[in-house]
């Protein structure tokens, strides 16, 4: 695209330039204004306020035209510069502040001649801001027309650069289109390289229908031997869960009988732990019976029929010691193989359990085995 003539980049108005806004109380002396006037040689102008409302304007060519005329120094500078003013009568040309500079420099212009050079009174909302000189304006215009024609030379030879793109840019269309005339001719041959292999893959799709007939064949044997897997595994699944019900209900008689020895062995303990009070009890009775005997007189007859009685004591409690020590002996052999029994007990519910596990995957592998074989069905019926 070429460059966007923009050339005000500026809004180009009044506001933009710098304003005179010299103001003066009507009770100020004539006097000290015109010292303010000489000491600022750049003001344009002052304004005459009271109570902050302008009275009147007085240029500064006017002031000092008047001020040098005869007699006037004597009159006005050591008096208020309202005296000044009400001697003095100027109409002063006023333009809105947001008035562009060509525009007001055209007003300006229009005045009579004894007014054209005097400055004008810029204002806002109706109300005085500052003042201008002519030549301000003018020059401000000058600014304005060198910085157009500056924007203008710039984009004049953005121009020329644009156009000389657009040359390169030709030349490279005309590239563009012989290649384009290359590619071409190449097409036709891709064309007829093209004709060549569209009857490659004719052939090619014959060769694939036959091999897709090929495979439905081998899909068929497939679902047939997988329907026979099935089967067969079924018929083992079968037997392995009877299997494994056999060995379930096996563990739990294993594990009733240990129950019942364990039982049977606290019953042993008991019996031995009352055995061994009784023992004790006979061997006290033993001891009681000897110490009557052998208080009693010799010739007594009691005396050997204590003896007789703690002697058959005393075998009793032989006896019982050893039928006790028989009663231990056989319960400390059995015990080794009643934790075997537990061991054995507990195993075989580790191995059942696995067994389970293993019938509940291969169960699930016979229930994926069907669908995949159901799902073969399907397609060959498709």
Known sequence: MPPKLDILERKNILAELPLD???VEVDVLTSLVESHLLANPTLSGFFVIEDREILGVVPRQKFFEIMSREYARDIYAKRPIKLFLNNYDYQSLKIDIFTGINEAVQKALSRPPKQIYSPIVVIENGKEVG???LSSL??????MFSNINEKLTSQEKDL???ARKIEKEKEKVKEYSQQLEEQQANLKTSNSLLKTQTQRLEQQKEELSKQSKEISLLNQSFNELGALLSKKGKTTFSSLENSIKSIIEFTTEVGQVCDSFREKFKGIDRSTFLIERISKKVDNLSQQVSIISANLPADNSRSSSFNVIASEIASL???INEANTTINSMAQQ???EIKFLVKISEKNKTVVKKLERDSMGTQSALSALENLIEKGTD????
Not at 138 to 143: D, G, K, M, R, Y
């Open 21 to 23: 806004n010299y103001r």
């Open 131 to 133: 003042m201008l000189e």
């Open 138 to 143: 003018i020059l401000a215009q000058a600014q």
């Open 160 to 162: 020329r650069k644009y």
């Open 317 to 319: 409690g032989s006896q």
């Open 334 to 336: 059995l015990k080794p």
């Open 379 to 382: 397609d060959q019926g498709n």
